[in-house]
């Protein structure tokens, strides 16, 4: 099991921007994929970004495709989200989470459990 700890969510208005952090405990880490995912009141959790294990690859989510940028340090056994021109319907919990692949974390088959997260307001 994978342990989780996000970061760095806050209140900022629309267009404004935000850096989230999430630290993962094991020495296996940098086998991971990892994401993020999203879930706003009454709404189901939804795909935010994933990063493959080396980082040389990220994918996004269609909403927050070309305003989102995700990123990992293995040595630190962390990623980020940055978080430009947001919008009032970023407003949600993050989470971040780990799987073996990009399919299985979009899938929602991951390590982690599923904690706290951290909570993104944005005023319109």
């Known amino acids: 099991q994978v342990q989780l700890v996000e970061s760095g969510g806050g209140l900022v208005q629309a267009g404004g921007s935000l850096r989230l952090s999430c630290a993962a405990s094991?020495?296996?880490?940098?086998?991971?994929?990892m994401g993020w995912f999203r879930q706003a009141p009454g709404k189901e959790r939804e795909f935010v970004a994933a990063?493959?294990?080396?980082?040389?690859?990220?994918y996004y989510g269609d909403s927050v495709k070309g305003r989102f940028t995700m990123s990992r340090d293995n040595a630190k056994n962390t990623v980020y989200l940055q978080m430009n021109s947001l919008k009032f319907e970023d407003t949600a919990v993050y989470y971040c989470?780990?799987?073996?692949?990009?399919?299985?974390?979009?899938?929602?088959?991951?390590?982690?459990?599923w904690g706290q997260g951290t909570q993104v307001t944005v005023s319109s």
């Open positions: 990063i493959t294990w080396s980082g040389g690859s990220t």
């Open positions: 094991g020495r296996t880490f940098s086998n991971y994929a």
């Open positions: 989470n780990a799987a073996p692949t990009i399919i299985l974390l979009r899938r929602g088959n991951v390590k982690g459990s």
